[in-house]
């Protein structure tokens, strides 16, 4: 079993600079590891200040980096060595002076050497006082900064340690980790012309005009796997069943609400699609007939029969196709897990299946977090709890990898198993 995180072997340079949201890098330092990150810290003498160079080390799991003429560097990371280490440099928090000194192109303390040392993108989080930040000078300095590529995060709006309320606070830590995953996404661009259809959310079976049968689908993971996969440089047909989300940025939503409806749309993606992936909780079956008015109660008549007639399996009409794409399924069980979730895989012709047991309070249906066990006809993969973009993420980067095996070892492209 293998374990992928999103920021596995990604190398963040946290350049930390003396503002009162320093206190903060302790936590980001231990979220941006826990999704796989590598990092250093740099330390400039201010920020030491606010938060000990001991947290720093502790947390961060290396020597802190603070001094250009360290003769005790040379023997470790000397600057230059720091600045080709990373695949970021985050700035985090970067106040007003750090900000102007690197429009100034200074390079007399060891972080604004590295800046400039470095080939690596720079990602800068302005953290000040609201009047300090919108000082014409500072503003002005972060242009600069944004037209040399420097990626801007932040400042967010807020009450800020001085009693001020605006802008001027760094992002949290919650997003700034989230930016970062996103910038390797987008920067790897795995999905480049490549197709992808996901269904999501619930269907709807209608019994008469204002009744239906439904289940608890929230469309969260469907979603967050469209918006990843997006980011992640794919075009993203996204057909969903009745649910209140946003669409992604860029996503091509298709609405729909019963299953034949989903059943039509999906096979007319098929000639488009290079990976099929069914993450709607598509009801099993639908009332045989649908009343055209409202149905009534019947007068002391206290048992109602209703028949109900299968609905068409999606997913395996579509990898049954002779041009089947590569097909992923979700398994919501709650019992027998990984058996079920084998059984589908064959007997629906499946590439992949991602189970999860919805039997689990807090995980699953409609609910915040995932964990999924990601099985295919040979390997089995672990995608622990989390919220459900950093799951998605996971889960497309393990889709990316056998969707690769697959495409490139020719008796497999384009068969079934
Ligand atoms: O409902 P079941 O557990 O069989 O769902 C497994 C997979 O099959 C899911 O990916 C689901 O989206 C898909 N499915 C489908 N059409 C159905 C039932 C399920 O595409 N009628």
Redesign the pocket.
């Known amino acids: 079993m293998s374990v992928i995180y999103p920021l596995t072997g990604k190398k963040i340079l946290l350049g930390i600079s003396g503002g009162i949201a320093a206190y903060k890098c302790a936590e980001l330092t231990r979220r941006l590891k826990d999704q796989g990150a590598d990092v250093r810290i740099v330390m400039t003498s201010a920020a030491k200040e606010f938060i000990t160079p001991l947290t720093m080390q502790a947390v961060s799991g290396h020597a802190i980096a603070d001094d250009l003429l360290d003769p005790r560097a040379k023997s470790g990371m000397g600057h230059i060595e720091l600045a080709k280490w990373a695949d970021l440099v985050l700035l985090a928090p970067a106040t007003a002076n750090l900000i102007a000194r690197l429009r100034a192109g200074l390079a007399d303390e060891l972080l604004t050497t590295l800046c400039l040392a470095t080939p690596s993108p720079i990602a800068v989080s302005p953290a000040m006082n609201m009047e300090m930040y919108q000082a014409a000078a500072t503003q002005e300095n972060i242009s600069v900064l944004a037209q040399r590529g420097m990626l801007i995060w932040g400042p967010g709006k807020g009450p800020q340690a001085c009693g001020d309320i605006g802008p001027g606070r760094m992002l949290e830590t919650s997003e700034l980790v989230s930016n970062v995953v996103d910038f390797f996404n987008i920067q790897q661009s795995l999905f480049a012309n490549v197709n992808i259809t996901i ?1 999501a959310g619930p269907t709807q079976e209608a019994l008469d005009p204002v009744r239906y049968i439904s289940n608890y689908s929230s469309g969260k993971m469907g979603f967050a796997l469209a918006e990843v996969a997006q980011k992640m440089g794919a075009n993203v047909s996204l057909i969903s069943g009745p649910v209140p989300l946003q669409t992604p940025a860029h996503v091509n939503r298709i609405n729909v609400k019963s ?1 034949l409806e ?2 039509q749309a ?1 096979l007319a993606k098929l000639a488009y699609c290079d990976i099929f ?8 079956y639908r009332p045989e007939a649908v009343a055209p008015q409202k149905m009534k109660k019947q007068q002391g008549i206290d048992n109602f029969t209703l028949k109900l007639v ?9 990898a049954m196709d002779i041009n089947r794409p590569f097909c ?6 709650t019992e027998d897990v990984a058996g ?1 979730a084998r059984d ?1 895989l064959k007997r ?1 012709n ?1 590439d992949l ?2 189970a999860n047991n919805v039997a689990i309070v807090g995980q699953g249906f409609n609910s915040e977090q995932n964990a999924l066990t990601v099985f295919s006809a040979s390997d089995i993969f672990d995608i622990s709890l989390a919220d459900k973009k950093t799951v998605a993420y996971q889960l497309l980067e393990i889709i990316y990898q056998q969707y690769n095996l697959l495409d490139t070892c020719p008796q497999n492209n384009g068969s079934s198993q």
């Open positions: 269904t299953a989903m059943h999906s992936i069914g993450c709607a909780a598509v009801a099993d299968k609905n068409p399996d999606i997913i395996a009409h579509v992923v399924g979700f398994a919501a069980e079920y589908k629906k499946l299946i991602a």
